[in-house]
């Protein structure tokens, strides 16, 4: 079974920090996602990865950035936090473009105080 | 805008009943269809996808049905169960390119002992 794991169940941070979330997939995927959820919103994609050290926006990248390192990790980096930024983030990954399911992480509530 | 969205937000279903949950879309070229369930403070979890060239899928205790000509698609739960309770949402993906994946916003189920 493929498995995505997120490195926190739950953040609280103050305004102005930097805030790292890191995702872990164990199963080769080439492609990785970023997401936030928020209530009445749905999913909104924040930064997507095809490949090692490649990235590309999604809907909503402002105030985000990313990192891929390696292809088994997907960090999102929030550079100064802010109370916006308060969500459900959710992790997924899949294969390849050609498949089209992605499996996401547990998710990291994260708090800005 | 494209748009994927779900009639209802909240169904309420006797134990052993069939739920039917509905998703309409908007983009025509919209070709591959996903049914997510999520339960509270976890990650989507993949239920059953569908082709744009299939107008029924069956799995187990799931039938998901796609209505092209209405832009329709429905996922029926038979003999629901407790461990059904949650929110179920639908996602549409266009064939090509990245193959943006668009997310609806979500049904929550609830099943009444």
């Known amino acids: 079974d493929v498995k995505v794991t997120q490195s926190s169940r739950y953040l609280v941070k103050r305004t102005g920090e930097k805030v790292f979330l890191e995702c872990v997939q164990d199963?080769?995927?080439?492609?990785m996602f970023w997401y936030r959820q928020d209530p009445g919103l749905g999913l909104r994609l924040i930064y997507f990865?095809?490949?090692?050290?490649?990235?590309e926006k999604g809907d909503i990248p402002e105030g985000y950035s990313v990192s891929r390192e390696k292809k088994e990790r997907f960090s999102l980096i929030l550079e100064s936090a802010s109370t916006n930024q308060t969500s459900m983030y959710l992790c997924?990954?899949?294969?390849?473009?050609?498949?089209?399911?992605?499996?996401f992480g547990p998710g990291t509530r994260l708090l800005v105080l | 805008g494209e748009s994927v969205g779900l009639h209802l937000p909240t169904l309420s279903v006797q134990e052993g009943d069939n739920s039917i949950i509905n998703c309409a879309y908007s983009?025509?070229?919209?070709?591959?269809f996903i049914w997510y369930k999520q339960e509270s403070g976890k990650g989507p979890q993949f239920i059953i996808d569908?082709?744009?060239?299939?107008d029924k899928r069956q799995g187990q205790r799931v039938t998901v049905l796609l209505n092209k000509t209405v832009k329709h698609l429905s996922l029926q739960i038979a003999a629901t169960q407790p461990g059904d309770s949650a929110v179920y949402f639908c996602?549409?993906?266009?064939?090509?390119?990245?193959?943006?994946?668009?997310f609806g916003t979500g049904t929550k189920l609830q099943v009444i002992p």
């Open positions: 997924a990954s899949r294969r390849t473009p050609a498949s089209e399911t992605q499996y």
């Open positions: 199963m080769d995927h080439e492609n």
């Open positions: 990865s095809y490949d090692v050290k490649m990235k």
């Open positions: 983009n025509s070229a919209s070709d591959y």
């Open positions: 569908i082709r744009s060239n299939m």
């Open positions: 996602a549409e993906l266009a064939s090509g390119g990245y193959q943006k994946v668009t």
